[in-house]
């Protein structure tokens, strides 16, 4: 998924480039350099206590699931590229 996603990616980016490119008075692009952004959903959290107002109050219930499945279905993950893409405008 994620050779995928990378292929579009490029080709997108080169279709604006060229876009950009022909809109300024140039006839084609030429790649120079390529960024692959990597990204973490994750932060770490910390937990102290200090806003908690009534300890003793239980926690809340987990939200009800869907009809026909839970919250999350099983085996579904979200995956993305994003590339930082470099071009020169030739004439």
């Given at each position: 998924?994620?050779?995928?996603?990378?292929?579009?990616?490029?080709?997108?980016?080169?279709?604006?480039?060229?876009?950009?490119?022909?809109?300024?008075?140039?006839?084609?692009?030429?790649?120079?350099?390529?960024?692959?952004?990597?990204?973490?959903?994750?932060?770490?959290?910390?937990?102290?206590?200090?806003?908690?107002?009534?300890?003793?109050?239980?926690?809340?219930?987990?939200?009800?699931?869907?009809?026909?499945?839970?919250?999350?279905?099983?085996?579904?993950?979200?995956?993305?590229?994003?590339?930082?893409?470099?071009?020169?405008?030739?004439r």
């Open positions: 998924m994620r050779r995928e996603a990378r292929l579009r990616a490029l080709a997108r980016g080169e279709a604006e480039a060229t876009e950009y490119a022909r809109a300024n008075g140039f006839s084609r692009v030429r790649l120079l350099s390529v960024e692959e952004g990597t990204s973490f959903r994750g932060t770490d959290i910390v937990v102290t206590g200090a806003r908690i107002s009534n300890v003793a109050a239980p926690p809340p219930p987990p939200p009800m699931p869907e009809r026909g499945g839970g919250i999350v279905a099983p085996g579904q993950i979200d995956t993305g590229v994003s590339l930082g893409l470099l071009y020169r405008m030739e």
